[in-house]
């Protein structure tokens, strides 16, 4: 069953350290979501891709984050500098709806970032 | 802006007693209201989405319902596997974004 994969799945880093998450969508899904959820609260959107373009980083603190998907597949979020409220689990999902995208979205395992 | 309040946000039940989790939503012209599952410490499983009001979903135990202010998760005769948190999502006709409520802890005692 395609899945989507994510890396690492969990990372402790130092706060004002750099650090990067890693997704790989299930193959032929041209829709990208990378979210951040707190422990105790739904995810909230970070940025959303469709191929290799940005549809919406509005909620993503552009200041530390950063996200790319250079050739419409694979994607890299990274944070530099982390901060301790940084902490959290950062979910990739996929879909294949076209935007609006109103089609199910399914989720990787996740990474759990603790900073210290 | 788009709001998900569910309710109740943990629920205790007794293998076998059926009950519903509640989402409620304010949004602007909703295209979808998704429903996933999580276990802990993984990531969301998706469940159903629900396009416009007086649907319905069944998959196993479960069954969605919508209506133009809420939906409802109901769970039949659950089973300790039912065990999880369930996300409740709307993404609306002003944005993109989809929204997620902050979950139902459902825990089933056999």
């Known amino acids: 069953e395609a899945e989507v994969a994510q890396s690492p799945r969990y990372k402790i880093t130092e706060k004002s350290q750099a650090v990067a998450f890693w997704c790989d969508p299930i193959?032929?899904?041209?829709?990208l979501y990378w979210y951040r959820q707190i422990l105790g609260q739904g995810p909230e959107l970070l940025v959303q891709?469709?191929?290799?373009?940005?549809?919406?980083d509005s909620q993503l603190p552009k200041d530390r984050f950063s996200a790319e998907r250079l050739k419409g597949v694979d994607s890299t979020l990274k944070i530099q500098p982390a901060e301790l409220g940084d902490s959290a689990m950062y979910l990739c999902?996929?879909?294949?709806?076209?935007?609006?995208?109103?089609?199910?979205?399914?989720f990787g395992q996740g990474t759990r970032l603790t900073v210290v | 802006e788009d709001q998900v309040t569910q309710s109740p946000e943990a629920l205790r039940l007794q293998e076998g007693e059926s009950s519903s989790l509640n989402c409620s939503y304010t949004?602007?012209?909703?295209?979808?209201l998704f429903w996933y599952r999580q276990d802990p410490g993984k990531g969301p499983e998706f469940l159903f989405t629900?396009?416009?009001a007086g649907e319905e979903k069944e998959k196993e135990r479960l069954k969605a319902t919508l209506t133009k202010k809420e939906s409802f998760l109901h769970i039949t005769a659950p089973k300790p596997e039912d065990s999880a948190t369930y996300l409740c999502?709307?993404?609306?006709?002003?944005?993109?974004?989809?929204?997620f409520g902050r979950g139902t802890s459902l825990i089933v005692h056999p």
């Open positions: 999902a996929s879909s294949d709806g076209t935007v609006p995208d109103d089609a199910e979205a399914f």
């Open positions: 193959s032929g899904h041209a829709t």
């Open positions: 891709f469709q191929d290799e373009s940005v549809v919406d």
């Open positions: 949004v602007s012209g909703l295209r979808g």
């Open positions: 629900l396009y416009s």
């Open positions: 999502a709307v993404q609306g006709g002003g944005s993109y974004i989809p929204t």
